[in-house]
Structure formats: structure tokens, C-alpha cells
């Protein structure tokens, strides 16, 4: 059975400070893993996906990397702002043919200005 | 549409009573899904829909739950009975196609006394 854990559950840090998300699973037969952000009482931003055969993908400030046979990937969030305060969630496809995602807990990130 | 649009955003009901969570996916997604995120909790899945085919129904959490996508775009989840353990904020999603990131609606935070 698949389970994705993340860590930490939370993270307080100064403004302009690189940091690092972590979310393994444990089944590495996945099709994807998804990256979201959700703000409270928002639904979930999607921020980055990385397919199976992918090892990262980049957007803006956000870097997300993946390593399936280890069962890891790594949120990056460069020079962080107090707009990125929020619960980071992370959310493996599982392979064949159910289609649903299993989710982390998620991090809560606070940013300090 | 801009997005995944849900209704209502908040919904009270009284213990027995049945409740009816409206989703209209952006147009053209094929697949749609629908989540419960209980307080503190990652997403858990509920039912996923290839337009009007129900493809997976399995985490619908009891029979007083029915889900259905009559002409394969807006879907309505149906809770009947309320129970105080529904309370939860019932997320839809949206994709174009298989394995593509998911869009969300704000999702519908029910409450029941």
C-alpha cells in the first residue's frame, strides 16, 4: 500500500532563506508525482508535476526533483518570500489502473518578513 | 470557465439531513475527481469520473454517498443521512486528460450538527 510522507510537518524561516521540502513514498510505481500549494480555506494550487521517467522540473523560484527508485523528491524554494506562507502538499499517481492520488500530510511553511 | 468552480462554498446541515455539493470542472476536462480534506488532514480520495463513466468509486467512505457526472461535465456529489463524521471540505479536481496536473475548485466545507 502506497504511503507518502512528508517532512517537516512544519517550518518557520526568514524571509530570503533557501529551503528544502521532503516527501518520500513508499511504492516506487508510480506514474507522477505533484507538488501543491494550499492556502488556508483555498483549494490546491498545483505547482509542479514530475512524471515518472522526469528527475525534475523548474518554475520561477521552485525547483522539485525526483528519485523513484529511493522513493524521494525535494521541494527547493529559492530566496523564499512571506507570500510563500502556506501548506506545501505533495501527491504521488499511483501506477495501474486506479487513478488516485495519495497524499502527504503536508508542511506547513511560514516565512518571516 | 476561468477554473474549477465549486457550490455551495459552505454548507450547515443538521444530522440526518442530505446534502447536494455541486462541481463545474473547466470545460473540456475529461477526468474529474472528488476529495475529502478533513481539518489538518491531506486530501482523501473519493470517486473519479472519465467523462459520465464513474471509473472508480472505491473510496466513497459509505453507501450514503453517491457521486454522478450525468453528461460529463458538471458533477454532484450527494451525501445523504449526514452524519457528523461528513464534516470535511469536499474538494473537486479537473484534468484534461490522464496523468495531467489536477486544477481544484475552493472546495466545499460542510459542517454538520
Known amino acids: 500500500k502506497q504511503e507518502v510522507t512528508q517532512i517537516p510537518a512544519a517550518l518557520s524561516v526568514p524571509e530570503g532563506e533557501n529551503l528544502v521540502l521532503n516527501c518520500s513514498f513508499t511504492d516506487s510505481a508510480i506514474y507522477n508525482l505533484q507538488w501543491f500549494r494550499q492556502d488556508p480555506g483555498k483549494g490546491l494550487t498545483s505547482l509542479l508535476l514530475i512524471q515518472s521517467s522526469q528527475r525534475e522540473q523548474t518554475s520561477g523560484r521552485l525547483n522539485a526533483s525526483l528519485d523513484k527508485s529511493s522513493g524521494r523528491s525535494t521541494l527547493y524554494i529559492a530566496a523564499s518570500q512571506p507570500g510563500d506562507s502556506a501548506t506545501y502538499l505533495c501527491a504521488v499517481l499511483v501506477a495501474g489502473n486506479n487513478r488516485k492520488l495519495i497524499w502527504g500530510l503536508g508542511t506547513s511553511l511560514g516565512v518571516n518578513p | 470557465g476561468a477554473g474549477v468552480s465549486q457550490s455551495p462554498r459552505y454548507k450547515v446541515a443538521k444530522r440526518g439531513q442530505d446534502v447536494a455539493l455541486r462541481c463545474d470542472p473547466i470545460s473540456g476536462h475529461v477526468s474529474l475527481f472528488w476529495y475529502q480534506q478533513a481539518l489538518g488532514q491531506g486530501p482523501e480520495f473519493l470517486t473519479y469520473?472519465?467523462?459520465?463513466?464513474?471509473?472508480?468509486k472505491s473510496g466513497l467512505p459509505s453507501d450514503r454517498f453517491f457521486a454522478e457526472r450525468p453528461e460529463g461535465s458538471v458533477s454532484t456529489l450527494k451525501i445523504q443521512r449526514t452524519q457528523q463524521e461528513d464534516s470535511a471540505v469536499y474538494l473537486c479536481?479537473?484534468?484534461?486528460?490522464?496523468?495531467?496536473?489536477?486544477?481544484f475548485g475552493n472546495g466545499t466545507r460542510l459542517t454538520v450538527t
Open positions: 479536481a479537473s484534468s484534461p486528460r490522464q496523468k495531467s496536473p489536477l486544477h
Open positions: 469520473f472519465q467523462n459520465e463513466a464513474q471509473l472508480d
